[in-house]
């Protein structure tokens, strides 16, 4: 018994190890410390921060989610629902609250349990970089709307979640330092 998730993959001989590799199906996936990660977020670069960010958002929004649709046969909401379940079900932390309005295109989303964050030792900004490259890619494909996400509270701060706000980038204040340091003001 791992989690729900994955014992109906295991249960159904979903879950391989093939050549040296994972995969859920047919998509490849790595199990990976998170320490390595924790690191990866701690050069206290902001323009570094901001590469890896937008480099997630094209990846999870242009191959990961057509991936996922492909493979599980998954669309629109669904899909969303699913993708939640995998990246809490793959230890990423358990998403708390999700304030979603798909009219507006806009959500708060709240994490907790973050393995990553909670073993970064000297953050002083916001450091999920890499879940929000993921939410801001998830949500771009969901409402069909380029939106991007920045991250408001850190457990890698001392604080009891990571909190996420993700809508269009005009809507952003630039005069948040939040903002500022996430995000590139014109793309
Ligand atoms: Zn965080």
């Not at 390595?36 to 480099?55: C, H, Q, R, V, W």
Request: glycine residues 6%; hydrophobic residues 40%; neutral net charge.
């Amino acid at each position: 018994m791992l989690n729900k998730f994955y014992d109906k993959f295991i249960f159904a001989n979903g879950l391989k190890y093939k050549n040296n590799n994972f995969f859920l199906i047919d998509l490849p996936f790595l199990v990976c410390p998170a320490e390595l990660l924790s690191g990866l977020l701690e050069t206290n670069d902001p323009e570094f921060e901001k590469k890896i960010y937008y480099a997630i958002k094209k990846s999870v929004s242009t191959n990961l989610i057509p991936s996922f649709g492909t493979e599980f046969g998954l669309r629109g909401k669904k899909l969303v629902g699913f993708t939640e379940k995998y990246f809490v079900a793959s230890g990423w932390g358990a998403i708390t609250n999700v304030d979603l309005d798909f009219e507006a295109q806009k959500a708060i989303i709240s994490v907790s349990n973050n393995p990553v964050a909670s073993r970064l030792r000297s953050a002083k900004h916001p450091a999920d970089h890499i879940l929000r490259g993921v939410f801001a890619g998830i949500f771009s494909r969901i409402f069909e709307e380029d939106v991007e996400c920045v991250e408001s509270h850190c457990c890698a701060l001392g604080e009891s979640s990571c909190e996420f706000v993700i809508k269009k980038q005009r809507e952003f204040d630039f005069s948040n330092k939040h903002v500022r340091r996430q995000l590139e003001p014109d793309l």
